[in-house]
């Protein structure tokens, strides 16, 4: 998509070697020393702010919730949350307390925030301190007690089996942490999608930096999760699942891998299964140790996501694919994010709309500049060490367009 120029020159401090995927990892470069001669891409990258963590969040909620009033039934639809995503089959549909009739009427009044409503979103915690960052526009759904690997997978397989959905126009479960990582609202979230009707399925990007770094997410995957890439080369290859999209170029607009996605019943009835039967296919016919290795906690080394294996990570880049096989049909919506949008630097969003074009124009010049360009950006953000680490393995020898 065309971009502005930005205004903006930032520090030329060198940088530390961190991982690509996440905007922490430009931030880390304000801790560098400066260099006795700048580097003309790093005086002009800007860099990311690096969203607070978890702890000082939950210390931050803590505090704040210990020195405000008690309120009831604060910001949830029901009287009775949800206690996991297995329980969703056989909880009674919640009703909203009958001592709170004001309450009522207001959620009534609020898209998404009422079991309702005509479009429901539903938003995952699972400790009590995340309850006081949820949205009062979503529905709390509490999935503390689910041990699922598929993560917030299970929860939308859940969710379609239960009464909670019924006559539903559009829906969707998003994480606790929406708005920390999107900078959007969850009435902002509602507005851009009633403002854009007739579609069956609405997602987003909150990571817009990987459309202008990486030919799609897959090999994004691989900067992430060790070995990734020859894990998923096997995936597709027992799934019969297209295996040149592991190497084209993706335009920008189809990235997605965050879950946060809303749709129809119509769309979640077609998605889920195709999904269901991916991973089941994919856990019949691979080679045991291959296997083995998707199941294992290899995936999340750092511990950045509890522990989680592979699955979650293939699971949810699972969705582009499944709109060009299986889904041709469904009408998809990006929502953009005008807050991660502004914290692209000028290099960014240049690579970002030199791929597109190159994409659009079906250009393998143009699309070979941009190869080039991307590489100098991430030796000059990420430093040698990741670029040998990384760069051979993420930069296919044949120019292919998704």
């Not at 978890?54 to 009775?80: D, G, L, N, Q, R």
């Not at 009703?95 to 009739?101: D, G, I, L, N, V």
């Not at 898209?111 to 539903?122: D, E, K, M």
């Not at 079906?362 to 040998?388: D, F, P």
């Amino acid at each position: 998509m065309a971009t502005k120029s930005s205004k903006r020159a930032i520090s030329s401090k060198t940088t530390k070697v961190v991982k690509p995927s996440s905007r922490a990892h430009l931030a880390s470069r304000a801790k560098a020393s400066v260099p006795s001669k700048p580097k003309p891409i790093a005086i002009a990258a800007k860099a990311v702010l690096k969203p607070a963590p978890k702890t000082a969040v939950k210390t931050a909620a803590k505090t704040v919730a210990s020195k405000a009033p008690t309120k009831t039934a604060t910001k949830a639809a029901s009287k009775k949350s949800f206690r996991s995503s297995v329980e969703l089959n056989i909880a009674p549909l919640p009703t909203t307390a009958k001592s709170e009739p004001k309450l009522e009427k207001d959620l009534v009044k609020k898209p998404g925030g009422s079991l309702q409503s005509p479009l429901r979103v539903f938003q995952i915690y699972y400790e009590a301190w995340q309850r006081e960052l949820l949205d009062p526009h979503f529905i709390a759904l509490d999935n503390s007690k689910s041990n699922s690997e598929m993560l917030e997978f299970s929860v939308f397989e859940q969710l379609a089996k239960s009464d909670y959905i019924q006559d539903a126009e559009l829906w969707g479960a998003l994480s606790w942490r929406f708005t920390e990582k999107t900078g959007m609202s969850g009435a902002d979230w509602i507005k851009a999608i009633e403002s854009q009707p007739n579609h069956d399925v609405y997602f987003c990007n909150p990571y817009p930096e990987n459309e202008a770094l990486f030919h799609n997410m897959w090999l994004h995957g691989e900067t992430r999760h060790p070995q990734f890439l020859a894990l998923v080369q096997a995936l597709f290859a027992v799934t019969g699942l297209p295996e040149q999209e592991l190497s084209s170029i993706l335009v920008s607009d189809q990235f997605a891998a965050a879950n946060y996605i809303v749709a129809t019943p119509k769309f979640w009835n077609a998605y889920l299964p195709w999904v269901t039967q991916v991973m089941s296919a994919a856990n019949k016919k691979l080679p045991a140790k291959v296997r083995d290795l998707m199941h294992s906690k290899q995936a999340d080394e750092d511990e950045l996501h509890k522990g989680a294996t592979y699955v979650p990570f293939i699971v949810e880049r699972l969705f582009p694919i499944f709109l060009k096989v299986a889904g041709q049909s469904f009408k998809a919506c990006k929502i953009a994010l005008p807050e991660r949008e502004r914290e692209l630097n000028v290099h960014l969003k240049l690579l970002r709309e030199m791929k597109d074009v190159a994409h659009k124009t079906k250009s393998i010049w143009l699309a070979a500049c941009w190869v080039n360009y991307r590489n100098l950006y991430l030796t000059q953000v990420n430093g040698k060490e990741w670029c040998t680490k990384h760069l051979r393995n993420i930069t296919p020898t044949e120019i292919k367009f998704s």
